[in-house]
């Protein structure tokens, strides 16, 4: 990074997934035009597929891994890392790309399926949009280029189930007392507030099964945001917001994209 304060020009690849290109397009939307305000340059995958949305564990299963280790190689054919924004796309795309770094039997049988140039082996580097605003940009640089800062705001990070584990193989941050989105709140001129249900599920994957349960998870996040002063929430995830939103009942603190109010601190919303 220069000492002008300006970021060097920096290309990656960029995985959005289905949700962001449906439901969640604020989240898509907001997340190019703040990295086109930080200098840093987003390529869309060419003809990607679905994740499959939830990472299959059955070491037996091969197929439902194929579309992300596509995705994978598409990115190391370009020389360059992959980012994702969305939570479950990138819990998946990392996991599996974990197995092919660390499992030869899943490895193996992997590439047998393909038809690949050269096998792939898991050599690409996959980063979460906020690793790359707190490890390649740098808060410290975002505060420079804020224009709208937020102030006055008292914002919760949610931040899930699947940002953070398993944290052997996610690396994102600490699982049990997370710092990076408070620290990306504060980059903005808002205050974080930190509640104990921040890494807790909100019952997102268990909604259509058991709506009741999900209302209660729901509930308690909120109730656990709001009770400590939060008066808005931000998270990563569709299936979260979603989640919150609609089976959070009992509350009304709104929930955000973080890339939303990263556009508007930006002054690109």
């Given at each position: 990074m220069s000492d002008s304060g300006l970021i060097?020009?920096?290309t990656y690849s960029y995985y959005?997934?289905?949700?962001?290109k449906t439901k969640a397009k604020d989240l898509d939307m907001y997340a190019k035009k703040s990295a086109e305000a930080l200098g840093i340059t987003l390529?869309?995958?060419d003809e990607w597929q679905c994740c499959g949305g939830v990472y299959p564990q059955?070491?037996?299963e091969i197929a439902t891994k194929l579309s992300s280790i596509?995705?994978?190689n598409s990115a190391k054919e370009?020389?360059?890392d992959l980012i994702t924004v969305c939570s479950a796309c990138h819990h998946v795309l990392k996991r599996v790309n974990h197995d092919m770094q660390t499992n030869d039997d899943i490895c193996t049988r992997a590439n047998n399926y393909m038809e690949l140039a050269e096998p792939y082996k898991g050599e690409t580097n996959v980063i979460h949009y906020l690793e790359m605003l707190r490890d390649i940009v740098g808060?410290?640089?975002i505060k420079k280029k804020v224009v709208n800062p937020l102030k006055d705001k008292k914002i919760g990070a949610y931040y899930g189930c699947m940002l953070l584990r398993p944290s052997s193989e996610m690396g994102f941050d600490d699982p049990e007392n997370p710092t990076i989105i408070e620290?990306?709140?504060?980059?903005?001129g808002a205050t974080p507030v930190v509640y104990p249900f921040r890494n807790e599920c909100c019952g997102g994957y268990v909604t259509l099964q058991d709506k009741g349960l999900a209302e209660k998870k729901s509930n308690k996040v909120l109730a656990s945001a709001e009770g400590n002063g939060a008066e808005m929430l931000i998270t990563a995830c569709p299936l979260c917001l979603y989640n919150l939103t609609t089976n959070g009942t009992e509350h009304q603190i709104p929930v955000y994209y973080f890339t939303e109010l990263l556009a508007e601190a930006l002054g690109v919303k």
């Open positions: 060097k020009n920096m959005p997934g289905c949700t962001l390529e869309e995958i059955a070491q037996d596509r995705t994978l370009k020389g360059q808060f410290d640089e620290d990306f709140i504060k980059a903005l």
